[in-house]
């Protein structure tokens, strides 16, 4: 069936820097890719979303890329702190809203 | 802002016992989804409810079931429980049904089975 998945399972970056989580899918059919941050033994917190009729879309701090030709998506962080330390996961949904979820990247951030 | 409740955190059982595992959406929304997290994995979909009515099954064991209630909550029943069923189990809601309906998950329930 569809995935998606991810590339890298773990990043540590130094606080400050910039962090590019990526993720890879394979339903050319979805409509809508979200980014999900988990922090340890907490439920996932949205993120942003994007549309699948879009190719950038930003937020406070992140931004998301959505390369349909390629079926890629990417989260970027601009000044990464220590508080975004946590797992990110991307995920898609399909019509009924159901999210299928990539396998997640630890993001470590050091002081 | 009030968020979605999960009951209870944390829960114990014994082999071939069952579960009953509950969630309380965020006011207002009439949809609820509930997926299982296994020791560093992706949370898996279960099953989904809009408007008191299933809307979507996902790999979901015949032995568990789930409904919403008039109130909007809902309850994932979980019997005969094996070892594997060991897991994070989280709620999440959502106001309508579409991708663009934004889910906002519980805390989640930890389930151990011994």
């Known amino acids: 069936g569809e995935s998606v998945g991810l590339h890298l399972p773990t990043l540590s970056v130094q606080e400050g820097d910039n962090s590019i989580i990526n993720c890879a899918y394979s339903?050319?059919?979805?409509?809508?890719f979200i980014w999900y941050k988990q922090e340890s033994g907490k439920g996932p917190q949205f993120i942003i979303d994007?549309?699948?009729?879009?190719d950038k879309r930003q937020g406070q701090r992140v931004t998301v890329l959505l390369n349909k030709t390629v079926k890629h998506l990417s989260l970027q962080i601009a000044a990464t702190q220590p508080g975004d330390s946590a797992v990110y996961f991307c995920?898609?949904?399909?019509?009924?809203?159901?999210?299928?979820f990539g396998q997640g990247t630890i993001l470590t951030v050091h002081p | 802002a009030a968020g979605v409740i999960q009951s209870p955190r944390h829960l114990i059982k014994e082999k071939r016992e069952t579960a009953t595992l509950k969630c309380y959406p965020i006011?207002?929304?009439?949809?609820v989804y509930w997926y299982q997290q296994g020791p560093g994995q992706d949370p898996q979909f279960l099953i989904s409810?809009?408007?008191?009515?299933?809307?979507d099954k996902g790999s979901i064991p015949d032995r568990f079931s789930a409904q919403q209630f008039s109130d909007y909550h809902s309850e994932l029943n979980m019997s005969s429980l094996e070892l594997g069923d060991s897991a994070l189990y989280f709620c999440?809601?959502?106001?309508?049904?579409?991708?663009?309906?934004?889910?906002?998950f519980g805390p989640g329930t930890r389930l151990t089975v011994l």
């Open positions: 999440a809601s959502s106001l309508g049904l579409s991708g663009a309906d934004t889910q906002y």
């Open positions: 339903n050319s059919a979805s409509d809508y």
């Open positions: 994007i549309r699948s009729n879009m």
């Open positions: 995920a898609e949904t399909t019509s009924y809203g159901k999210l299928t």
């Open positions: 006011p207002r929304h009439d949809t």
């Open positions: 409810f809009y408007e008191k009515m299933q809307s």
